[in-house]
């Protein structure tokens, strides 16, 4: 299962870049004003959860 957290959570940070590069590239300027931006900061957000995740596997299977 830690495995799977780590993965996860590569996979959602490298989603969160993306999204967060698309909504920089919006040529009004704003970032969580768009819904790109708020995608972002929502992958950022389940990232890090996967993260936490990713911490108690280790931690219940020693």
């Known amino acids: 299962m830690k495995v799977i957290a780590v993965l996860l959570a590569i ?3 490298a989603i ?7 909504a ?6 704003t970032f969580l004003g768009l ?4 995608h972002a900061v929502l992958f950022f ?6 993260v936490i995740w990713a ?5 219940t299977e020693s």
């Open 11 to 13: 996979v959602l940070f």
């Open 16 to 22: 969160g870049i993306y999204y967060g590069f698309i």
């Open 24 to 29: 920089q590239a919006d040529p009004h300027g």
């Open 35 to 38: 819904h790109r931006g708020k």
């Open 45 to 50: 957000g389940l990232a890090i959860l996967a």
């Open 55 to 59: 911490r108690f596997q280790s931690a």
